[in-house]
């Protein structure tokens, strides 16, 4: 079963920056499409971005647009998300998983945590 590491989650200040890791156990990420999402507490899970196997084509959601970028690298097998500017709202964990649709995926893992407060 494909499976994912995320990292890189901590507490931050409002404004700050984060950067998240997702990598795969077993499973080589180069030929899939990739999304992050996000679960705040109480809410339901929700997509932030994806991004096409090459790296060509991105998607954002609007409550993210101009402050995250997705990124990956193939060669390490990994997807990134750098968060700037980041709101007491991204308070959340994040996960990643290789679709694009949060309705698509059944085998989430334990995610990172991003906390933003002062």
């Known amino acids: 079963q494909l499976q994912f590491v995320e990292s890189g989650g901590d507490l931050v200040q409002p404004g700050g920056s984060l950067r998240l890791s997702c990598a795969a156990s077993?499973?080589?990420?180069?030929?899939?499409?990739m999304g992050w999402f996000r679960r705040a507490p109480g809410k339901e899970r929700e997509g932030v971005s994806c991004i096409s196997s090459s790296g060509g084509v991105t998607q954002y959601a609007d409550s993210v647009k101009g402050r995250f970028t997705i990124s990956r690298d193939n060669a390490k097998n990994t997807v990134y998300l750098h968060m700037n500017g980041l709101k007491a709202e991204d308070t959340a964990v994040y996960y990643c998983a290789p679709v694009c649709d949060v309705e698509k995926w059944p085998h989430w893992g334990q995610g990172t945590q991003v906390t933003v407060s002062s």
């Open positions: 077993g499973h080589n990420l180069r030929f899939l499409s």
